[in-house]
């Protein structure tokens, strides 16, 4: 039944329909029913890299018929031209996303600004999990590993700003709100704003750990 309702659907549109509907670029009708196939899964700033064959028509009614391998990107398509002609379409629809690269190489200790950035179109297929898609994610950030430039940044090749470093000599602070003392103290790690640090009172000489929470102030919380 639901066969024979689709048949007749599609009969409407190639024999009754197409004089009343207004045709449209044949790439946007590929890219609607690619973005159905790949669904939820898609990101939402995702796009297509569309390919027709020579010759096609430029502009379609609908498509009455579309098959594509996501793997490949590569598709089969029955495109209702308005004097109700079906042709059929074969081609590439990759999906592709932007994403922020580095304009040069990046050492590790440096710091990722606006300037540092550019943006390259990748297929969907070469963006890993770990592969940062957003500038705003880059930006203010601190190399950890070597950066290529133009290559994709992976997660674990950046962290947040060290603030303080191994080594460094620290003012060690606590405060319960009804005390509050402070004493020089030693890092035994380096850490971000808000990690977790290592550090050795120099006064008692016991280890300790504590929060960095600014540049060479650790705070010690009980």
Same mark, same amino acid.
């Given at each position: 039944?639901?066969?024979?309702?689709?048949? %007749?659907?599609?009969?409407?549109?190639?024999?009754?329909?197409?004089?009343?509907?207004?045709?449209? !670029?044949?790439?946007?009708?590929?890219?609607?029913?690619?973005?159905?196939?790949?669904?939820?899964?898609?990101?939402?700033?995702?796009?297509?890299?569309?390919?027709?064959? !020579?010759?096609?028509?430029?502009?379609?009614?609908?498509?009455?018929?579309?098959?594509?391998?996501?793997?490949?990107? $590569?598709?089969?398509?029955? *495109?209702?031209?308005?004097?109700?002609? %079906?042709?059929?379409?074969?081609?590439?629809?990759? *999906?592709?996303?932007?994403?922020?690269?580095?304009?040069?190489?990046?050492?590790?200790?440096?710091?990722?600004? @606006?300037?540092?950035?550019?943006? &390259?179109?990748?297929?969907?297929?070469?963006?890993?999990?770990?592969?940062?898609?957003?500038?705003?994610?880059?930006?203010?950030?601190?190399?950890?590993?070597?950066?290529?430039?133009?290559?994709?940044?992976?997660?674990?090749?950046?962290?947040?700003?060290? +603030?303080?470093?191994?080594?460094? $000599?620290?003012?060690?602070?606590?405060? @319960?709100?009804?005390?509050?003392?402070?004493?020089?103290?030693?890092?035994?790690? @380096?850490?971000?704003?808000?990690?977790?640090?290592?550090?050795?009172?120099?006064?008692?000489?016991?280890?300790?750990?504590?929060?960095? %929470?600014?540049?060479? +102030? &650790?705070? &010690?919380?009980?």
């Amino acid at each position: 039944m639901k066969s024979f309702l689709y048949y %007749v659907t599609i009969a409407l549109f190639v024999f009754v329909l197409p004089g009343a509907l207004l045709a449209e !670029d044949v790439r946007t009708l590929i890219e609607e029913r690619a973005r159905d196939k790949f669904g939820a899964e898609l990101p939402d700033a995702a796009g297509f890299h569309i390919t027709t064959p !020579d010759g096609a028509p430029s502009e379609a009614v609908m498509l009455s018929a579309f098959w594509m391998d996501r793997d490949t990107g $590569r598709y089969l398509a029955n *495109a209702v031209l308005e004097d109700s002609n %079906v042709v059929r379409l074969e081609g590439l629809a990759i *999906a592709t996303l932007n994403v922020p690269v580095p304009l040069r190489r990046m050492l590790p200790g440096d710091r990722i600004t @606006d300037e540092d950035l550019g943006v &390259v179109k990748l297929p969907l297929a070469r963006v890993g999990v770990f592969t940062v898609t957003e500038a705003r994610d880059l930006v203010g950030m601190q190399v950890k590993r070597l950066l290529t430039q133009g290559r994709p940044v992976m997660t674990q090749s950046i962290t947040k700003p060290v +603030i303080i470093d191994r080594g460094d $000599r620290i003012s060690i602070r606590y405060d @319960d709100g009804l005390l509050s003392l402070s004493a020089p103290g030693k890092a035994l790690d @380096d850490a971000h704003m808000g990690q977790e640090i290592r550090i050795v009172n120099l006064v008692s000489n016991t280890s300790l750990t504590g929060v960095a %929470v600014e540049k060479g +102030i &650790v705070e &010690v919380l009980r």
